[in-house]
């Protein structure tokens, strides 16, 4: 019988929600789930007596599921490790695509894969609601600032440039470290430019505030990856359709908003001071961009099986290179065929 020290834990999902899975370091497997219960009782699910397991496999047709009364009793046979899968009660998955979801559910927000659906456009929706939040309000910026027609051109030259390079780094860095864990830090670092667009002074510093902001279009491809990691072939595209164009009401948000709402509520704070007012206003875009950032980081997952940092530490899955990852993208005939399409 295999001792407990061949075995680690790691958080995960099972028949009744999300708690701890257990890996076999020798054989780099799941073979059983430990206390699950539903996901507001995370914490209290792990238990220390270590007295309840239980085993999943997948008998001739029928799904099986075996209690263990102890470690040593929950081993179980090298052919049946082979067939053992993760079960989903809240949606349909298959087992041979990595347990992702045969099925859209729009109106659900359960783990792993409609939370992570609706992360991956409610994430590029805030963020391009940063990325754009300044638009409505360069007329104010203009006057405020001095500037002439061909600045505030410069400037939103500026806006798109950053997002192109961006946009070639995020895929190998998904590749590597996950679309919800790239996109999440992503979101939280373009906070910093959108809080500081309100002290600019001088067409430089908006110009750079605006740059660096800019890397938060970036996020689109994130949130694609993030949603074809937990769909089928057969759903994928429906899912990614939706998300990107959920995703792109961002930017009509930020029209919406900022110039009839944000800045005018701003200038009513303000007393009149337009100067002062377009200042704060950036405050709003930045706060629940990032707020969505953290909620997400902690309260969702890169795939069906959980975060790549956790699966590969458990090895399940194979660490990649970030920079082998684009050196294969950028030599791949398909990548160049897309790009002039």
Known sequence: MEGKENFTKTKGYGENGYGTVRFDNQKGQVIFLENFDLYDNVENSIHSDESSYKTAFEMETKWSWTTAHSIDDASISE???????????????DPQQDHKATEIKFLSFTRPHMRGFHGSWM??????????????????VQKC??????????????????????RFLMG???????????MTKLIAICTIPCYLLGTSNNLFSLCLFRTILSFAGGTF??????????????????????????GSVGFAIANILMGSVIYPFCTYLAKGDEDFAWRISFIFPATLALFTALFFSQFSDDCPLGNYKDIQKNGLMEEKSAVESFRSGSLNLNTWILFMQ
């Open 79 to 93: 052919s049946e490790s082979e067939n053992i899968i993760l079960q989903f009660d809240n949606i349909k998955t």
């Open 123 to 140: 994430c590029f929706a805030v963020a391009f609601f940063m990325w754009f939040s300044i638009a409505p309000l360069l007329p104010v």
């Open 145 to 166: 600032l001095n500037l002439t027609t061909s600045d505030i051109w410069l400037s939103n030259i500026c806006s798109v440039s950053g997002t192109v390079i961006v």
């Open 172 to 182: 190998p860095l998904c590749d590597k470290y996950g679309a919800k864990s790239s």
């Open 221 to 246: 491809v994130a949130g694609q990856y993030w949603a074809s990691c937990m769909f089928t072939k057969s759903v994928v595209g429906t899912a990614m359709a939706v998300s990107g164009g959920w």
